[in-house]
């Protein structure tokens, strides 16, 4: 890639002249050389199968702005590119010039499938490509992006598999995201990966059920697990935290949105924690009051400390009024990170001491996970991908997952659906009546 303009400008032209020559060899209208459709769409990164290749024919072509549009008689497939300053599939302008074309769009279109590409000019790997596959009002899509050192510094590649849904929304049709995966993995250490799992989108225009957000660093010896989000459509009931099994990182970077490096300052600034683990919410609320509830594990080389506080907040006060406040301490197995053995003599704890307790309730899931996260990562256990899962990606071609997905097309809705509705709490009228049923006795906070 020219990094001087005028040159780049010089190179874009001459490329615009060949395109135009090869297209005028390819009718017959200069006769000094052959070209085939092969060559024609070479510069637009459009596939052509050279077996069937009598099966395409040009639809349209330009040269100012060359752009083309190819067509399977065949398959009743579409090709289309065309030369662009328009870089919004990356959804960022990546520093580029105004004006300045730099970019090859590239789309295939049939009654199945879309892709949509994007890529530098004459580069033989796309920054970016999704595919998309409808089923009614539903969409679900699959992303490969190629992260260059040139674009957004050398991460790798990121795989996204997104689930979507056609909404009305102010007399138009928008695509409401509804379920989220993200698997990214990294160039500079091949160990280092990061993982996203989110429900709808910040910018959600519908009513939503219960919404989700978690993700997780893995490092050769530090899993990162933390929960944005774990939103309850009632309102006031929520909770959100961060699991750090290794400290010795910069840990500003590795927050969730919604949890601020100020509101626990021994995370960025107490040297002598090794490992911590923070979880707030907001579980027993009621019309007049709501509790702010916080948990704090620090493991330093001295021992575990576990606090647990509550505020209420009452709606007349406007003000927090402590109502229970512990602090228990556990001895270390080791110094360093926090171990498995650790983290089980933690969770047997929060049972013992605080059991009943909702809030806990949900921190004992969350620390589950993360549990099997770190048995994952230190290879004592094996992973099980579901069909889903953005990691299957990795080592599959666009023609892969369009063969497999178009074979069991109803297979992978009906499996993004049921993900869906697990992450957010959404269960079927009769499961709600058999929830009802039996529910249990609702168990009273401990109080001060």
Known sequence: MYKDSIKYKEYLEKLKRTIEITYERYIGERTDAKATLMDLAEFFNIPIDETRITDFVIKSMDFKEPNIEIYDTKTNTSYSAHYTCNADLLNAEYGTESNTIRFNRMKID????????????????????????????????????????????????????????????????????????????????????????????????????????????????????????????????YIQGICFQNTGVWVKDYLPYSICESDYPRIVSDSDVKACIVFNGCIGSTEDYSDKENLEIYKSDNDIQIKYHIDRLCEFEDKHNPIFDQV??????????????????????????????????????????????????????????DALSPKLLRDKSFKDIYDEVILNLDTYFDLAEEQFKTNTNIVEEKEIVQSTQDKGPILSKRKK
Do not use: C
């Open 110 to 237: 049939n009654p199945l499938a879309k892709v949509d590409s994007i890529y530098y000019i004459q580069w033989l790997t796309p920054i970016k490509s999704q595919m998309t596959f409808t089923r009614g009002d539903y969409m679900l899509t699959f992303e490969i992006e190629e992260q260059h050192a040139e674009l957004r510094g050398n991460y790798g590649k990121k795989y996204t598999i997104r689930y979507s849904k056609n909404v009305d929304y102010e007399d138009r049709k928008i695509q409401e995201p509804l379920l989220t995966r993200i698997y990214r993995r990294y160039v500079n250490e091949k160990s280092n990966t990061f993982e996203h799992l989110f429900t709808y989108n910040l910018g959600y225009h519908k009513l939503r059920e219960e919404n989700q957000g978690k993700y997780t660093y893995a490092f050769k010896d530090n899993i990162i697990y933390g929960i944005q989000v774990h939103d309850n459509k009632e309102p006031k009931k």
């Open 328 to 385: 228990v301490s556990l001895p270390i197995q080791t110094r360093g990170k926090l171990t498995l053995e650790e983290l089980q003599s933690i969770v047997k704890l929060l049972k013992l001491i605080f059991a009943g307790d909702k809030f806990i309730a949900i921190v004992l899931q969350e620390l589950q996970i993360f549990n099997e996260k770190i048995k994952l990562n230190e290879g004592l256990v094996q992973e099980n991908l």
